[in-house]
């Protein structure tokens, strides 16, 4: 943890006692790297925590303003587990509040409906399912969760007094899909750890002894979930992949991080297509940033993206990132990428088109996404925070009659 943060102007105004009740408090990446900043930011405070979750890192366990109210997954279910994470947190809140009435609650989406701050990571109104050719009994329990996530959700969001998106993507989605009142949504961006820096050519050459790639070869990499859901778009990836391979000139090599059902199916196929000395399929790995390192190219075609924490993370990190253009950090590329965003993530040929582009120009790109990375380094996790902070701050506290 970081030295305690003054607490001068402003900052008399931020409530003593918080709780959070989120699936992960941890900076492993996604979403609860995000709620990890928050709570680390608001623990420099001095502020008094609640954190109500599955899992949180060693850090915020063991600082003494932070109690930890751990929630157990009953059978590894994200179900029943997401049941009990509801249930615990809001009895932790109601016993917080009841102890001091101007404590401040925030959960997140679905997770937990009360009555005041809402940080809402992902639209679940927004986000249909991918899952069109994957096993009978996945379709219908994706479907069984969809419809369960949609309703908690509603009732959570139209129960939230203060509403947080990740990007105004994210917030589009709240008002047009779930009606929920602008006023209430507020757009905070995502911030960025301090390691996400430019690639230095050390840490490059050490990524790729690594992984095993030759220092000549190209990298192309693909950050993402490997399940019967399609929705992170590898399987567009991989046509355009197979459509390459077949390309005069086309010399790279694809890494594909990312765990999942389907891990050991997608490792056949490039087996059955020949295609294992230039695909490596490494699974889950905590060592995102090293794939960055050693990466020429970061490829997204999301058919649903709230926002895109690893895109921003490979473009923190020096590399030309293709998004979706649906997904929410595409909203901050400049006119100037347009030729990085993906429009159509379901279109094979065109991705193709796009990769064999990049690949014409290679030398160029690092140098041409310069300035986002910057802007998107300049913006700290502390600084996401502070913002979420002042916004739950500018609200007066909930009365403690309204929660039932």
């Known amino acids: 943890m970081k030295a305690a943060i003054n607490r001068t102007?402003?900052?008399?105004?931020?409530?003593?006692?918080?709780?959070?009740?989120?699936?992960?408090?941890?900076?492993?990446?996604?979403?609860?790297?995000?709620n990890a900043a928050l709570a680390s930011y608001l623990a420099d405070l001095g502020c008094r925590l609640h954190l109500v979750s599955h899992s949180v890192e060693d850090d915020l366990q063991n600082d003494a303003a932070v109690k930890v109210h751990r929630v157990p997954r009953p059978r590894q279910s994200y179900f029943l587990g997401g049941r009990l994470l509801e249930r615990v947190g809001r009895a932790?809140?109601?016993?917080?509040?009841?102890?001091?009435?101007?404590?401040?609650?925030?959960?997140?989406?679905?997770?937990?409906?009360?009555?005041?701050?809402?940080?809402?990571?992902s639209v679940h109104h927004a986000w249909p399912a991918r899952n069109d050719r994957a096993p009978l009994w996945f379709r219908a329990k994706s479907a069984i969760d969809k419809a369960i996530s949609r309703r908690r959700e509603r009732a959570a969001l139209e129960s939230a007094r203060v509403i947080i998106a990740n990007s105004n993507r994210t917030r589009r989605d709240l008002i047009d899909l779930l009606n929920i009142d602008a006023s209430r949504v507020h757009t905070v961006y995502l911030g960025a750890e301090p390691h996400w820096r430019s690639i230095t050519p050390e840490r490059r050459s050490s990524a790729r002894q690594w992984l095993g790639v030759e220092t000549s070869r190209p990298v192309v990499a693909f950050v993402g979930a490997l399940g019967h859901d399609t929705n992170k778009g590898f399987n567009t990836l991989w046509k355009a992949w197979r459509r390459l391979s077949t390309s005069d000139g086309w010399d790279a090599d694809l890494i594909v991080?990312?765990?999942?059902?389907?891990?050991?199916?997608?490792?056949?196929?490039?087996?059955?297509?020949g295609l294992q000395r230039s695909v490596r399929i490494i699974g889950h790995t905590d060592r995102i940033v090293d794939v960055m390192a050693a990466a020429d190219l970061l490829v997204s075609p999301s058919n649903y993206e709230a926002y895109g924490l690893a895109v921003h993370e490979g473009l923190c990190c020096g590399v030309p990132s293709m998004v979706s253009a649906s997904a929410g950090i595409a909203e901050r590329y400049p006119s100037s990428l347009s030729e990085l965003l993906i429009h159509d993530p379901n279109d094979s040929a065109a991705l193709a088109g796009m990769m064999l582009?990049?690949?014409?120009?290679?030398?160029?790109w690092k140098e041409r996404i310069q300035a986002l990375a910057r802007e998107l380094r300049s913006r700290t996790?502390?600084?996401?925070?502070?913002?979420?902070?002042?916004?739950?701050?500018?609200?007066?506290?909930?009365r403690t009659k309204s929660i039932r």
């Open 357 to 364: 582009n990049w690949r014409a120009s290679l030398p160029s």
């Open 9 to 34: 102007g402003a900052d008399n105004a931020v409530a003593k006692t918080w709780v959070l009740v989120a699936g992960g408090f941890h900076r492993a990446g996604g979403m609860d790297a995000a």
């Open 92 to 121: 932790v809140a109601r016993e917080t509040l009841a102890t001091d009435p101007s404590a401040r609650v925030i959960v997140n989406g679905g997770n937990c409906t009360f009555p005041d701050i809402n940080w809402v990571h």
């Open 381 to 398: 996790w502390d600084a996401m925070a502070a913002e979420i902070v002042a916004i739950a701050s500018a609200a007066p506290p909930h």
């Open 257 to 273: 991080s990312g765990g999942g059902r389907a891990l050991d199916k997608w490792r056949a196929r490039v087996n059955e297509a």
